[in-house]
């Protein structure tokens, strides 16, 4: 079975169950999954939504990011959705899981999964801010 099970970037609202259940297997004694929403502060302003865009590339991108994972830590199962498009406050921006034997590697791998897709992932986010102001994140 492929161990790379869920991989999207996409314009609609993103489900945690849709991802935990992609990384359940009979062999996992540990899930990790991250939820990422979108708060209403940051650097002390308060924020009233942002946008998320990607490049095209940014699919092949997030596969190729879960796979290195997967290889690195040996995880039973991954799995990754991004959204774009408009998020309201307490939306979810992103959804990832690993499932791994062990807790251990299961939380080792979820933490290095996310890390990496901000890092390396082409999907920048715009913020807009209470007091009129906005900026770009993770653009190149």
Known sequence: MNVVRLIAI????????EVR???????A????????????TDHDQGVTGLSYTAHPS???ELRRVAGEIADKFGVVAVAAVHRVGD???GDLAVVVAVSCPHRAEAFDACRALIDELKATVPIWK???FADGTAEWVGSP
């Open 29 to 40: 004694g540990g899930i990790a999954l991250f939820a990422g929403a979108v708060r209403d």
């Open 10 to 17: 996409r314009e609609s609202e993103l489900s945690v169950d």
């Open 87 to 89: 998020l309201g406050l």
């Open 126 to 128: 715009h913020q807009r």
């Open 21 to 27: 259940a992609a990384v359940a297997d009979p062999g």
């Open 58 to 60: 940014a699919e092949a």
